[in-house]
């Protein structure tokens, strides 16, 4: 029986976790370069509370991976080929992201104001 | 060449330390080493596959293709690895006692060996598909090819040091001990995965991630080697969210609870 229910809390919470807060309308779409190594920019501002998209482009012929455990993401972007990142509202801070594959280089922050 | 090498190092290790996992549980087990040598073959094959369609699977579903692919990936392991527990708990006694008549049981019935081959599969795949993008990219720049061959080889061959330390170390463990060992690393194992699949569906949108529950970073950081050691084997997180939590427990209990039900079904009470 209390198995049950808490079967069925878990639902309740799954289905109100996957519908999430109310989905920002049109989420901001920034891009960002990936050239000789390095994010252009390498220093992104955004309002707290508010979704975005990061469209990373590569345009490198080596493959990069953005990744960021700030924001809890990591994608492999292939040479000349672009991939959307999409972001949640943030609290404020600065979230730090790199390019894996060229750490030294690749680096960059996104600041949450 | 050295981050050539501390990259490699950190793709092998995970799939390492899984490999090693997996050869101490399936001790003993008749062609054990075999099925986890096709796994391995088998993962190294889709991590080419992988790498060479990485920008086919990017692109797939509305964009979201990889990270719908890993989280996939991820959960197919886990319900491996879950399968793969609730089966030996049925043999228990059996393994404990005789070694042999388990082994018969798994030549004759197809019993899941290849549950846990999928799964060094999937590991391999996973891992290697970076390994093979980032050495292909660091390969074709200017002088960089030597840097790829050499920090790649010992980067791997680093990994694979640090695998075979847990397995042998695995090893020592009493055989009459070791199976609850294996079966409670491999339920970790699976739960930390589950977790991690969460938060790759979170970034497809298709689950929400929750409130972050705390941050332990600055006891142990996740990207240090330690730390990446701990998020193999039991799935450690420095900043965990609400969702990742639940699904951790959620399948470490219901990985537990099946395999004491078959357990109990198999060896009914009083026949302790």
């Known amino acids: 029986m209390t198995k049950k229910i808490a079967i069925l809390a878990c639902a309740a919470a799954l289905t109100l976790l996957a519908s999430g807060p109310l989905r920002a309308e049109n989420a901001e779409v920034i891009i960002l370069t990936i050239k000789d190594h390095q994010f252009q920019p390498d220093r992104i501002e955004v309002e707290a509370g508010k979704g975005f998209t990061l469209l990373v482009k590569n345009e490198d012929d080596t493959p990069e991976e953005f990744e960021s455990h700030d924001l809890r993401r990591e994608k492999v972007i292939k040479g000349h080929s672009e991939a959307k990142v999409k972001i949640k509202a943030l609290e404020p801070g600065e979230y730090k992201f790199v390019g894996e594959f060229n750490e030294d280089t690749a680096k960059g922050v996104i600041v949450v104001k | ?272």
């Open chain 2, 1 to 272: 060449m050295i981050a050539a090498l501390i990259i490699v190092f950190r793709e092998v290790l995970e799939a390492a330390l899984i490999i090693g996992i997996v050869l101490a549980a399936t001790k003993g087990l008749p062609r054990a080493k075999q099925w986890v040598a096709i796994g391995i073959i088998g993962g190294i094959a889709g991590a080419v596959i992988v790498a060479q369609f990485a920008g086919v699977i990017s692109d797939a579903l509305s964009g979201y293709g990889l990270e719908i692919f890993n989280a996939s990936v991820l959960l197919l392991a886990v319900v491996m690895l879950a399968w793969h527990n609730v089966w030996m708990s049925s043999h228990g006694k059996q393994m404990a006692a005789d070694m042999r008549s388990v082994g018969e049981d798994v030549r004759s019935g197809g019993r899941p060996l290849y549950a846990l081959a999928i799964v060094v599969g999937l590991a391999v795949m996973r891992e290697g598909s970076e390994i093979v993008l980032f050495l292909y990219g660091l390969a074709t720049s200017d002088g960089g090819l030597k840097d790829a061959v050499s920090g790649g080889m010992i980067g791997m061959a680093v990994g694979v040091v640090v695998g075979a330390a847990l397995y042998f170390g695995l090893l020592r463990i009493p055989t009459r001990y070791l199976f609850r060992v294996t079966a409670w690393l491999i339920a970790l194992l699976a739960a930390g995965m589950a977790a991690q699949a969460m938060a790759f569906l979170a970034a497809a949108d298709v689950i929400n991630l929750g409130p972050e529950l705390w941050d332990s970073s600055f006891l142990l950081n996740e990207n240090s080697v330690v730390g990446k050691v701990f998020h193999t084997l039991v799935g450690y997180v420095d900043r965990p969210t609400f969702m990742q939590a639940i699904a951790y427990a959620a399948t470490l209990l219901l990985i537990i609870t099946a395999t004491h039900l078959v357990a109990r079904q198999q060896n009914p009470a009083g026949r302790k």
